[in-house]
């Protein structure tokens, strides 16, 4: 590769690296908020408090349109397909402020940068779109997913409480719509703004049924649908709600004892994976830190790199399958 070449090549990766730092940045949600008076606070009682007690206005914000909405029908069609509409609600259920929109944006700019600054380092064709499907696909999605997963394990052990607090709310002759705002003001997030939404939802028109499918579509969690459907057996059938809310409050918590007790006996096992996982990669990695001309024959010759794809190929495999065999259901 002629060195004039070589200024653009790191030009191009450097704007790559700038735009999917400022992605990761926008998706971790780095400078969305401030003060340590917000952090005390749930994101919707923030936006409240920002707009001057205008809950209209902090429910528009929090509230996501679909992604078609407003598009041509051709686009429409494009951007309701299964695939968009998974990246969607990903989205959507990982609490990011960015929008959909935004994170297919920083992608495409991202891949596209990516892509050219591998072509002036001489990469092959096929190469580049593998790098930069990864770099610029692969990572905001992985990292969009670990955010949902944290956010919605953070939701399932705060359900308990706030369950509880609903039933102590009904206890006292409180209506459902009043202990749902009472957790929305005194619970800390993700709950209490989930809450809050369902709570502004049925202020504006919604009942609480269909308030609660909502709910249920934006997390798509087993436990937020069975205690949905423990509201709507009483609302079917009669009887005590609280006492229904209390039952289902008491076998949360067991199941999270239960599941705790699980992921304390399997530790062990769960950081064999993990070091067996990450040895192959540490050993390459120091062997091209020693050596760093080590596999470059792997370049000319086809019998090598047959031979490393199909150890690279070996090595995910076993991740995963070691990844399959650790993680245990409750």
């Known amino acids: 590769m002629p060195n004039a070449s070589l200024p653009m090549a790191y ?25 340590e008076t917000k952090k005390k606070l749930n994101r919707r009682l923030s936006l409240i408090a920002e707009h001057g007690d205008d809950s209209r206005a902090a429910y528009e914000q929090l509230r996501r349109h679909s992604i078609s909405e407003g598009a041509s029908p051709w686009l429409a069609r494009i951007l309701e397909s299964r695939w968009i509409h998974a990246l ?19 992608s495409t700019i991202g891949f596209a940068f990516a892509f050219l600054g591998l ?19 692969g990572l905001p999605l992985g990292l969009l997913r670990v955010i949902r997963r944290r956010r919605l394990d953070k939701l399932v052990a705060q359900l308990p409480d706030a369950v509880e ?9 409180h ?17 209490g703004t989930e809450f809050g939404l369902v709570f502004d939802e049925m202020s504006y028109g919604l009942d609480i049924r269909e308030a609660l499918e909502k709910l249920a579509d934006r997390l798509r969690l087993l436990e937020i649908d069975y205690m949905i459907v423990a509201i709507r057996v009483q609302q079917g059938t009669g009887g005590s709600l609280a006492e229904i809310l209390t039952s289902f409050a008491g076998v949360m918590r067991q199941r999270q004892l239960l599941h705790a007790k699980v992921k304390a006996l399997s530790a062990e096992a769960r950081l064999s994976g993990k070091v067996l996982g990450g040895l192959p990669i540490l050993v390459v990695g120091v062997l091209i ?39 245990i259901k409750v």
């Open 289 to 327: 830190l020693l050596n760093p001309h080590y596999y470059d024959e792997a370049r000319t010759d086809a019998g090598l790199r047959f031979v490393l794809g199909g150890a690279v190929f070996l090595a995910l495999t076993g991740i995963l399958l070691l990844r399959r065999f650790t993680d």
């Open 165 to 173: 607090m609903l039933v102590r709310s009904l206890r006292a002759g």
């Open 175 to 191: 209506p459902v719509m009043t202990g749902i705002n009472l957790v929305a003001q005194e619970m800390m997030d993700p709950i």
């Open 11 to 35: 030009g191009l990766m450097a704007v790559a690296v700038v735009v999917l730092i400022f992605g990761i940045r926008a998706l971790s949600g780095g400078g969305a908020a401030g003060g």
């Open 88 to 106: 969607d609600n990903l989205v959507l259920s990982s609490g990011v402020t960015i929008s959909t929109q935004r994170v297919m944006l920083y």
């Open 119 to 137: 072509d002036f380092l001489g990469l092959g064709f096929v190469a580049r779109l593998v790098c930069g499907a990864v770099l610029a696909i």
